[in-house]
């Protein structure tokens, strides 16, 4: 393990001396990326050095009880023996999980778009619910939410909502949230008081920056329309709502939630921006996870991942076959448990399949 350690020092070294290179801070795209970089090296050389220091203790130790000597010293270098022998393993195993190939898209933020699917007004009522459960785990993240579109419900919630996260390592914890949404319940629609089954459909894209991909101008069409719902008198009044449509694809991003013309159609080309690649990812995505067999991001939007079940108050992830009875608290944002199981069943599928990285 020291060995391949060693290699990866020996980039970590290049890398410190190419990020205070005037040429490489001239070139921001290139800047950004070897600080990504960077960033994931430190961490794995802050283990190597623990790893180092853990091994080094456990010689030192070994040769002292050898020697024998002073009992004290002795007492001494076994508990030093037992705290190394024990603290090792555990190291590896996280320096492994480390060595595990980055995925460059879990660094960036996000789009999420939440969408009701059947179930009528209840759908929308929980497509609202999931908006302020991802609120709320936001906020506790730190990440910012902003709202790029929404389409607001009948009797609540939404029809669809469409919202940016920005943050660390925000798409790399989101990414586990894509699928079909169950929800089981009596709606606020229902007087007989029958337990309903409704869906809500999450889609996480990376959010692209604009060296990701490129948009020919002339490949969109640009539509300005007036906003609707909340906002005030101006609402219905100015034409400040951005419509893009991307001639080649059909693909469309529109963004009505801020007053001024100018902000919505940067929003509307950076959803757009966004999803063109997550076009190409998916398509990565399905080769890799038929190469893997993963369940766990596949990328199939149109697989049931899980389903709130408010009468017997669980929640189970389909995926990982996780079941926790602790919806109220779930629903308020304290989803972190899942994403969690999630990433750890994830991390041992990539472990298995990089059994030479080591």
């Known amino acids: 393990m020291l060995?391949?350690?060693?290699?990866?020092?020996?980039?970590f070294d290049e890398v410190s001396d190419l990020i205070i290179q005037p040429n490489i801070i001239a070139d921001q795209k290139r800047y950004i990326q070897l600080n990504k970089e960077y960033k994931d090296l430190k961490i794995l050389m802050d283990k190597r050095e623990e790893y180092i220091e853990a091994t080094n203790n456990l010689s030192e130790a070994e040769a002292i009880i050898s020697e024998g000597g002073d009992a004290e010293m002795v007492e001494m270098a076994k508990m030093q023996y037992d705290e190394s022998k024990e603290r090792i393993p555990v190291l590896e195993d996280q320096i492994k999980l480390l060595l595990i190939p980055k995925d460059p898209e879990d660094s960036k933020n996000a789009v999420v778009e939440l969408r009701a699917g059947t179930g009528g007004d209840e759908a929308s009522i929980f497509a609202g619910d999931l908006f302020r459960m991802y609120s709320k785990y936001c906020e506790s993240k730190g990440w910012k939410v902003d709202v790029v579109d929404f389409n607001e419900g009948t009797n609540g919630g939404f029809?669809?909502?469409?919202?940016?996260?920005?943050?660390?390592?925000v798409y790399g914890?989101?990414?586990?949230?894509?699928?079909?949404?169950?929800?089981?319940?009596v709606p606020q629609t229902e007087t007989q008081g029958r337990v309903h089954t409704s869906a809500a459909t999450v889609m996480v894209f990376p959010e692209a920056e604009e060296f990701d991909i490129e948009i020919n101008p002339k490949d969109v069409r640009i539509d300005f329309f007036c906003s609707s719902g909340p906002g005030g008198q101006s609402?219905?009044?100015t034409y400040s709502a951005v419509r893009l449509t991307h001639i080649p694809t059909g693909l469309v991003?529109?963004?009505?939630?801020?007053?001024s013309?100018?902000?919505n159609k940067e929003k509307a080309f950076r959803v757009l921006r966004s999803r063109l690649y997550d076009m190409e990812l998916a398509k990565k995505m399905e080769e890799d996870a038929a190469k893997r067999g993963s369940m766990?991001?596949?990328g199939d939007r149109s697989a049931k991942i899980r389903t709130y079940n408010y009468p017997q108050g669980r929640v189970t992830d389909h995926r990982i076959g996780l079941t926790l009875y602790d919806l109220s608290n779930i629903v308020?944002?304290?989803?972190?448990?899942?994403?969690n199981e999630l990433q750890l069943a994830e991390n041992t599928q990539k472990l298995q399949a990089n059994t030479d990285v080591v």
């Open 235 to 237: 609402v219905n009044t």
């Open 173 to 185: 914890t989101l990414k586990f949230e894509a699928g079909v949404h169950r929800v089981q319940r």
């Open 332 to 339: 308020n944002g304290d989803i972190q448990k899942i994403i």
């Open 253 to 259: 991003a529109q963004c009505q939630d801020q007053k």
């Open 3 to 11: 060995e391949k350690l060693q290699i990866i020092k020996q980039r």
């Open 159 to 169: 029809k669809e909502i469409q919202f940016e996260v920005s943050g660390e390592d």
């Open 261 to 263: 013309q100018h902000k």
């Open 296 to 298: 766990v991001t596949s």
